[in-house]
Nanobody
Framework: HVQLVESGGATVQAGGPLRLSCTAS????????MGWFRQAPGKELEGVAS???????TYADSVKGRFTISRNNAKNTLYLQLNALKTEDTAMYYC??????????WGQGTQVTVS
């Protein structure tokens, strides 16, 4: 079991950078696949990026080349670096943990608004 808390959401200008963090507590965090998801009003939940226990990453086509997912296992922290932000990136961003096919653990979300 792991508990997740996101932080770093803000209102930022289009084109600018933002860094989101997700701090985990509980055992065996380093063994989980971790992911970032987002949901804009009126839209379905979208997978943004994932990183497995070996550091292999995947990205949605909509963010590839602009966003970077990383993890610092010594700090029990997951990050998402968002660059070249667009207004369509506006959403509630969630971190989640589990496996490539199942993410049972979720944070509360952090709002990103691009103006």
């Amino acid at each position: 079991h792991v508990q997740l808390v996101e932080s770093g959401g803000a209102t930022v200008q289009a084109g600018g950078p933002l860094r989101l963090s997700c701090t985990a507590s509980g055992d065996s965090y380093e063994h989980y696949c971790m992911g970032w998801f987002r949901q804009a009003p009126g839209k379905e939940l979208e997978g943004v990026a994932s990183i497995d226990s070996d550091g292999e990453t995947t990205y949605a086509d909509s963010v590839k080349g602009r966003f970077t997912i990383s993890r610092n296992n010594a700090k029990n922290t997951l990050y998402l670096q968002l660059n070249a932000l667009k207004t369509e990136d506006t959403a509630m961003y969630y971190c989640a943990g589990g496996s490539l096919t199942d993410f049972p653990y979720w944070g509360q979300g952090t709002q990103v608004t691009v103006s």
